[in-house]
């Protein structure tokens, strides 16, 4: 019993010399700090054209299809399902824009963490494709 009191007496004294308290009322986000964006607005961002949009479609569900048969591990079918993406994008901003939207064709589970690392691995091997030219310069 004792050492539950101290050991409360200890955190209401820890939170009074930090000056913390249980009340949140009235708190807001530091002065310059915004709310981390959505993949909504990421996407905004860049235009994605109806041809790009309409090949990551379709490479979503090819790849959907490859892993539910378990031919995760199969080269050639993952190269086929991600191939048409390099022809039917315009740009780096319109792959980007595609794989926020479709992120699971990159291997992620949120447009968010899509960045230009990621674009430039999956370029290699492409970088001749309008999807891929000019990927040094492009910032998402």
Known sequence: MKIRF????ATVLLLALTGCTNDTG????PVGETP????????????LTAA??????????DLHAMYDSG?????????AALDPLFGACESPADL???????????GLTDGLYLDRTT????????????ACTGMDSFQP
């Open 6 to 9: 101290v050991a409360a007496a």
């Open 26 to 29: 009235g708190n807001s986000a």
């Open 36 to 47: 981390a964006a959505t993949a909504e607005s990421a996407a905004a961002a860049h235009k």
């Open 52 to 61: 790009c949009a309409s090949a990551f479609s379709e490479a979503e569900v």
């Open 71 to 79: 031919l995760e591990d199969d080269e050639a079918a993952f190269t």
């Open 96 to 106: 980007y824009a595609g794989g926020v939207k479709h992120p699971f064709v990159y």
């Open 119 to 130: 674009l430039k691995i999956y370029c290699g091997g492409y970088e001749a494709t309008p």
